[in-house]
């Protein structure tokens, strides 16, 4: 196996985090903005042979949606802010590590500034090793993410770990980076402290908390495909709770405790943050009427005051700004 890392660093402000799509290699995520407040947003990720470890960290709400890496197991944690982040729709702990299968659909819900990790390994590579390492594999689900708790100061251990490797990478970077070498000693490193924490932990034990955060997770990604996909956008609440199945209070409780937010004000921000990443990708003869008209606002006018109540400026300012770059 090669061992020459490959190592980057992005930080996005403004507007820009929602167009920052590759935040986990080898997907697409979909950024939500929640505020009008400047926004920063800081990405790294380093690559040495077949792993990847990536961090991000926000310094404003956010939501962020999509679907972890299709051939790889991906195990991630909180290393700030887990107090105030749902992962698919679930509360988190301080000293908690998830496992994501491969390909399996992630919600990130943060009301305040957090930062995430995410080591991305093969699930050949890591069984191999833990099989090496301890005589067995680790058990994986297959279906859906789960959670482990860890045990005290292991969250520490891997954030610290994490930090250095990325440190000295940032460091490295001028002068021709890690070498192979070095890069090996790092790839082990990595690997078997994350393979010592998952075996030292233990699975939190809510079967039935779980279950429920399951299929309030799929009923919020079911009714905004239903809204946002579909052909009439500014379907009404009554018609979406009828179609899911729920009458109109029981969706509202079931997003206020999953989201933190009514279904109303979920669906307009997904409308709004359509509309938001239109405008900063608008060709030449783009209109605000015509992306308002698409996201089903049907009053420009009104949709300017929404728009300007979540990001702080006109429709028209963000379409003249991305007309003059």
Known sequence: MMYQPMYMRHLYSGFEPCQAFDVVYGTTFEHRLLSAKQATMAHQRLVIGDIRLETGGYNFPVVAQGCMPKKE??????????????????????????????????????SGPSRWVNFVVPEESLQAFATARVGRPIHLSRHAAYSMRLRNGARHALTRITDDALGLAHRLEPVGGISSELGA??????????????????????PEKSATEIRHHQLITACERLVVSGEDTDIALAEIAKRSGYSLRSLELIFRRSVGMTPGRWFMTARLNGALRDLLNCEQDGTV???????????????SQYYRNAFGELPSETLKRTRQQ
């Open 289 to 303: 009427s015509e992306v308002a008209m698409k996201w089903g606002f049907r009053h420009v006018s009104r949709f």
């Open 73 to 110: 197991v991906c195990i991630g944690f909180m290393a700030e802010g887990e107090q105030v982040t749902r992962c698919n729709t679930m509360a988190l702990e301080s000293n908690e590590i998830q496992i994501y299968p491969p390909g399996v659909e992630l919600l990130y819900h943060a």
């Open 185 to 206: 000693e790092i790839y082990h490193s990595l690997l078997g402290s994350y393979v010592d924490q998952i075996f030292d932990s233990t699975p939190l034990n809510q």
